[in-house]
């Protein structure tokens, strides 16, 4: 139903950040009700929230 990939981001002065990366498969990107399933996690945690330093920066899903 989706491929879970781990990447990281770079910044300047080899800076890594690891992070987590969901995709949809096009099998089931056209079902409304998964893509809606598979968005509403995310979306409830893009509310402001104090930092923590244990915890990740949810990052909202780009375009197609």
């Known amino acids: 139903m989706a491929e879970l990939y781990l990447a990281f ?7 890594k950040k690891f992070v987590a990366l ?3 498969l096009p099998s089931v990107a056209q079902q409304p009700n998964f893509v809606k399933m598979f ?18 920066t949810p ?3 780009g375009p197609p």
Do not use: H, M, Y
């Open 9 to 15: 981001l770079a910044g300047q002065g080899g800076f």
């Open 22 to 24: 969901k995709r949809v």
């Open 39 to 56: 968005l509403d996690p995310s979306e409830e945690t893009l509310a402001p929230a104090p930092p923590r330093p244990s915890s990740s």
């Open 59 to 61: 990052r909202s899903p």
